[in-house]
């Protein structure tokens, strides 16, 4: 509020104060005239208009003031006068701020924010909540749960319910829809050997959605002899895969997934060009594999592989331990668990008599010492 008061005090010292025309005069008002233009002042007075006050006038005043009359052009120069006169005595800036800041001060006493009006009803701080006080703001009481409504976490739980509901008639009726716009799958044919791999969120904003990632095999690459494919290796770097013989490459710097393919589908040209430069094919350079760690995978070993003879073996191997235990059953020397487990449940259980025993007694410190001494004599 002080502030927007300062202003209006600063917009009143810049503007001009109007002096009414006499009642006799029958002349317009003087048009609007900012207070910081000053009138140059004529030796003498002149019946006929001056140019140089018309020079110091803004263009819309002159153009007001130059359609007068002479005699109007007299009284318009006159009072213009006299309002520079009074404006430039002493005292007069200062009794126009002293109203404006006693007009401020009013203003700011009528919306005192000590007011009680103004004031934000807070519960005392000898209890949480004012239960059993007397209302002093006159807010009134809360009204009454009538248990005609839920909580807000079963109004929760039921928008995720409706949520849940919403998807599955997605996946029932517009789903199987998509199947008119599948189409089949059609392998890359030799002249495509560049496979990108893109990356979506279902429509939501990710910092990586704009992502895009190049793989390809440089003996795929068309018109390339060995000595440039070996070039071609030495450029890339650790994007190589000695393993899997796969060159990786990604980039995220441009906003959009188009940008990032044309941006690696130029590098790879570039790459290509500088591979078919037969100036310099760095042959003094060895190959380096070292940013890559060679993982070895465990391999089935070949002899526990199920052969013709390996199976014909394990099955004369049954036959024999089958005839075995038949030769046992006829001599009754097969041992049948099922029936020793049969018999000793049959058996009656042994209940020993109950035996009593003397509980020992502890000693503690010096008595120990005695006892122990008295069992050796």
Known sequence: MASTLNKLAFTVRCCTLRIPPRSTSRLPPPPYRRFN????????????????????????????YEALSPAEREAFEADAKRLNEYMTRRGVEAGIASEVASAAHAVA?????????????????????????????????????????????AHGELEQHREIREYARLAAWEMPLLSKLAK????????????????SYMGEQHP?????????????????????????????????????????????????????KRY????????????????????DIPLDFRHHKFKQKPKFPEHWRMTPERKQQLDATRRQRLLAD?????????????????????????????VMVEAQR????????????????
């Open 326 to 354: 038949r030769e046992r059953a006829e001599q009754g020397k097969l041992i049948d668990g099922a029936k020793l487990i049969q018999q000793a449940l049959k058996s009656p259980a042994y209940d020993a008599a109950p």
């Open 208 to 260: 990586a959605e704009n992502k895009v990632v190049l793989e390809f095999c440089p003996k795929d690459m068309p018109d390339l002899t060995e000595a440039q494919r070996t070039k071609l290796i030495k450029l890339v770097g650790v994007r190589y895969n000695p393993q899997t013989e796969i060159v990786k490459m990604s980039s995220e710097q441009f906003e959009t997934q188009a940008q990032n």
């Open 264 to 283: 690696l589908g130029d590098l790879v040209d570039t790459l290509l060009a500088e591979a078919k430069d037969s100036s310099d094919m760095f042959e």
């Open 362 to 377: 502890e000693t503690h410190g010096k008595g120990r010492i005695k006892e122990g001494r008295r069992r050796l004599r």
């Open 109 to 153: 006493m009528e919306n005192d924010p000590r007011d009680s009006e103004h004031q934000i009803i807070r519960p005392k701080r000898g209890s949480y909540l004012p239960m059993g006080e007397k209302d002093e703001y006159g807010t009134g009481d809360d009204p009454e749960f009538e248990e005609d409504d839920m909580s807000s976490t």
């Open 37 to 64: 233009s000053s009138y140059r002042r004529r030796d003498g007075a002149s019946s006929k208009p001056s140019a140089s006050f018309a020079s110091t006038l803004d263009p819309e005043d002159r153009a007001d």
């Open 184 to 199: 089949p799958f059609v392998p890359p044919a030799q002249d495509q050997p560049l496979r990108f791999r893109y990356t």
